[in-house]
């Protein structure tokens, strides 16, 4: 063993099996843990795209009680999890959650902007991972080639209702009424 691994210290937990009990269920309570994405509904209060002021295709995957929209499972947990489809170029305005929020391209680069002016960017490709602090400013656009379409996997941590505590800067919600638009409201 090399002495820079065999100073290293971990504080790992062990992984450990341990003598406990499970549980038995019928096929339609397991059914309502299972989410086919064919069958996923498209979220009808989803952000706006920032160029065509059309709502992008957020389809959630897990979403307790159903807070987030219609979800393919709505079982307890204590997350949310949807699925973004995006082609190159779109992007939601700058925005800022109250919760972390990860970020996981599954198709497609994206570049996750932060800060107020959007000044500063993280790159991810598939399976590329990004937590994203809360209250962090970002927004979200997939940099393939154009009419490239892309995935994102997006979880909503620690969180009862994601579509609370989304925050604007006045200036965007000034842009969108003087273009006669509420993309905030709920439809």
Do not use: C
């Amino acid at each position: 063993m090399s002495e820079s691994i065999a100073e290293t210290k971990s504080t790992t937990t062990l992984y450990r099996r341990v003598v406990g009990h499970g549980i038995d269920m019928n096929v339609d309570e397991v059914n309502e843990n299972v989410a086919l994405y064919q069958d996923l509904k498209v979220d009808p209060n989803a952000f706006v795209d920032k160029t065509t002021g059309e709502r992008l295709p957020i389809k959630w995957v897990i979403s307790p009680g159903n807070k987030a929209a219609p979800a393919g499972i709505s079982t307890p947990h204590g997350l949310h999890i949807a699925f973004i489809e995006s082609s190159a170029g779109s992007s939601p305005v700058i925005h800022s959650h109250e919760y972390r929020e990860i970020f996981m391209p599954i198709k497609g680069r994206y570049r996750i902007y932060f800060n107020r002016n959007s000044e500063n960017y993280v790159e991810l490709g598939p399976q590329d991972t990004f937590s994203v602090p809360p209250h962090l400013w970002r927004r979200v656009e997939q940099v393939g080639e154009k009419g490239a379409k892309g995935m994102m996997m997006v979880i909503y941590d620690n969180v009862v209702d994601p579509n609370k505590g989304i925050f604007v800067p006045p200036e965007v919600v000034e842009a969108d009424q003087a273009r006669g638009l509420d993309p905030y409201a709920q439809q």
